[in-house]
């Protein structure tokens, strides 16, 4: 089925069915992001917590051998 058939197919859906078929592919969206983005956005958020600790430390350290 072409892209062009699927809308008009749609375009015969009723409101209720419409809003199903949204609702599912709102789902397919969610478990695509969560497959593909999400390891790589919670790797990346952790490389960024790492560099904020060690310079966190290194400001306490230079901190402490001033006073």
């Given amino acids: 089925m ?5 809308k008009t197919a749609v375009k015969g859906l009723s409101v209720e069915e419409r809003r199903k078929l949204a609702l599912y592919i709102l789902e397919l969206e969610k478990e695509h992001i969560e497959a593909k983005v999400g390891p790589q956005l919670a790797e990346d958020l952790e490389s960024v917590s790492k560099v904020l600790r060690d310079t966190f430390q290194k ?3 230079g901190v402490k051998e001033n006073l």
């Fill in 2 to 6: 072409q892209f062009d058939e699927l």
């Fill in 59 to 61: 400001i306490k350290k």
